[in-house]
């Protein structure tokens, strides 16, 4: 536990009867990129919130290097934030923006300039000091936030939807940056976005919310490949998902009934009997003609979309389900409208325990 | 071809825009160009005017009278105005920061006395602090005083009475632009270390400035030329600029001297707003 | 969680905001209340508290130059009001959509009369009258109003066109209307919101407007208000007390009633959608 630098336990916060975030417990360990990542109204937002101090915890502490923080107010706490929509001062240049932190500390004027110069630096921003936030690129203006944020030196910088304003090639340009930026400075970032591919690409671990809840933390890789849950599957990539009882189970494989027919897929800890979850990425969908042992879903080759060197196709199953699967274009395949039968290898598929 | 351009346009526009343009033409351009060029014109023995070029007027307000109360006017809208700001500011500020619903709520109750003809409100400071009135009654039964106290026909009422009539002014102005103000930038500047205090001065009040100045001008140009406060509590005793351009055009009959009057009032006026339009649009002022 | 010394910070000033806000509503209702307690005085001219009475309500439907100067006022009300919006709502339709030479000067003139004092703008407009020999009366002061309304009624219709009313337009007149049914049909409901406003703003600013009307009344009829003024020297007798407190409750009712069915409508609205 000595390494987390953040820990929420048991943190819980309502607004009004709306409970937001529900018994919460997370430690963040000490220069990790955590990605906090859920749909609109998740409580991520407010979970950030409360780590800065803007929001108050209804319930259950937050510790910043083991120290508890609820006492402190926003201005006396070591995290700064970038925020959504940047928060620039709009009657401050640039500089004056970025200086901010060490004005309000008194910091000696010397001090300042050389600070400030090296932020300019850090974010590639010499030489638009004396600009206006007005006179920016969304770009720019992200730059200049995420320096101002960075000078008082936080053990801890929390970032709020910091690209969602940006258009996508600016975004993807700054999700690297911004990952770059944290490795050379070595700070715990903890960044909050409904954008799962930006969480991906640059988080160590991911925090999965719904409805105030974590539904699972991991790195991207287990988050991907093993989804604890039918909303984990769903929400991260793309995912077909049948709801089904277990048949039997043998040598960790299970055999399952669904509605569209019967499937394969990897598991342990299930009874016969016990309600289900299968979750298969569409690349791991596989198309026979003839019946494949094990699987009983048949259906007819629906959709053909063409996306350069992937081609996405569903398969329309019993009880009007669709499944969806992609492959490379050169592969040989059917067309549209053949009858065709799904399999996949049991080991690709995830098992999903249901909920009670 | 040119037929179709009038009728898909010129029409539409001369039908639409025309009776508005046309008005202020006529009834604000014109009256406004001929009440400065009266300005400039001199006083019959009669009170009639003599059509003929003369400085006279505006040489008249340096005289002592007149200058007196030129001064004592700008002195009253001044300390009216620098009132309503001090007061107003933190109202505005506290209802602001209430929810939205509540906040238009809280609005709506300051607009609602202002429903009340505005002359009857003024008359009731005079029976509140009249000789025989509740305020020098319960003064008398304390026995903080012997013998009832003077109010009425005082300077002060009559800023009592100003800055009653005022607040509302300077309140709206300055509600919007706080309410304008983004809380991410006041998180902001908690976030990196600014207490309460520092980000008032480093945020709240730079970037609610032109919501202020939209009140200073909404508070002071008014109070410039009103003469109904002076006359329902001032009774005749305290003359402000207003007071003494209605006298010109009424009783004393010296149209040029009003002219210019209302000349001086014009200029001032047209000061303040080239100096607000260089920190902010006119569109923008908050005047409803 | 026992409460922190943050929230204790907060909850003081809290409440010092509130003692300070309860405080600037009881000075701005003062007047309104003292109004509406001298309405019951039993002296006839209001110098001092001689005891309570209701015969000034009652009375006051005798007193026909009270009566006769709030219809008077009520009158020009009306008419300014009618003039205003409808020279204003089209006003601003066409300040908004149209470009032509002066309309920035057009704009500009209308400021004016927001801005400048209006005791400066009632004798400009005097003089002009005399000058063209128009006599004083009604005529003149509906003039005046209009002069001050028209003004506002322009500014709040135009801050409530969007620019989404032109693709309105362009939909409606797309799909076969004329000008005339598109403005009617399509463009006016837009605006409505404001237009109401500005109606209502013209009605008040009208039937409380002193300088306009003592300026520009002539010798014969006054409006209510310039009655008060002139009532002055010697007093405010009782029974405009009582006509103000009667107007002034219309109002009140009025608007509660206003917000009542607003909120009911939106409950509604509310619980259908959740259907």
Known sequence: MSDSIVSLIDVEKSFGKNKVVKKMNVEIKEGEFLTLLGPSGCGKTTTLRMIAGFEEATSGAIKVQGESVEDKEPFERDVNTVFQNYALFPHMSVFDNIAYGLKIRKRPKDEITKRVNEMLDLVQLKGYENRKPDALSGGQKQRVAIARALINNPKVLLLDEPLGALDLKLRKQMQVELKRLQKKLGITFVYVTHDQEEALTMSDRIAVMNEGVIEQLATPREIYDRPFTKFVAGFIGESNIFDGKVKALHDGILDVETSSGTMKVKGSGFDVGESIHVSIRPEYVKVNSDPVEGFDLKGNVKDYIYMGTVVKTSVDLKDNIEIKYSRFEKDEDFKEGDSVNIYWNPERAVAIKAKK | MQKNTFKRKTLPSLAMAGPVSLWMILFVTLPMLYIIYISFMSRGVFGDVVYKFSLESYETLLDSTYFKVILKSIKAAFVTTVLCILIGYPFAYYIAKKPKEVASKLIMLIMIPFWTNSLMRLNSWLLLFQTSGPVNNFLLSTGFIDTPMSFVYTDGLVMVGMITNMLPFAVLPMYSSIEKLSRSLLEASADLGASGRTTFFNITLPLTFPGIFSSIILVFIPSLGIYTVTDMLGGGKVLYIGNIIKNQFGSIRNWPLGAALSVLLIVITGLLIYIYTRFAKIEDMEVL | ?275
């Not at chain 3, 110098?47 to 309570?52: P, T």
């Not at chain 3, 032509?100 to 000067?105: I, L, N, S, V």
């Open chain 3, 1 to 275: 969680m026992s409460i922190s010394r943050k929230q204790k910070g907060k909850r003081r000033q809290e409440l010092l905001g509130t003692i300070y806000s309860v405080a600037i509503y009881t000075i701005l209702y003062i007047p309104v209340f003292v109004m509406m307690m001298f309405s019951f005085n039993n002296q006839r001219y209001n110098y001092y508290w001689n005891g309570f009475t209701t015969q000034w309500y009652a009375k006051l439907f005798n007193n026909s130059a009270v009566i006769g100067s709030l219809w008077y006022s009520v009158v020009i009300a009306v008419l300014a009001t009618v003039i205003s919006v409808t020279i204003g709502t089209i006003g601003a339709l066409g300040l908004k959509k149209y470009e032509f030479r002066g309309k920035k000067f057009i704009n500009n003139m209308l400021y004016i009369p927001i801005i400048v004092p209006e005791i400066v703008m009632a004798v400009a407009l005097l003089i002009i009258f005399i000058k063209i020999g128009l006599s004083l009366g009604m005529g003149t002061i509906l003039i005046g109003h209009c002069t001050f309304c028209i003004p506002y009624a322009v500014v709040t219709i135009k801050g409530r066109i969007s620019g989404d009313g032109y693709s309105l337009e362009e939909a409606s007149m797309d799909l076969g209307a004329n000008r005339i049914k598109t403005f009617l049909n399509v463009t006016l409901p837009s605006i409505m919101p404001g237009v109401m406003s500005a109606a209502f703003l013209s009605f008040t600013l009208s039937i409380d407007d002193v300088v306009m009307s003592n300026m520009l009344a002539g010798a014969k009829n006054s409006t209510l208000p310039v009655l008060i003024l002139s009532m002055n020297k010697t007093g405010v007798t009782p029974d405009v007390n009582a006509l103000t407190t009667i107007m002034i409750l219309f109002i009140v009712i009025a608007m509660i009633l206003n917000n009542f069915i607003r909120n009911a409508l939106k409950k509604r609205a509310k619980m259908e959608e959740n259907i």
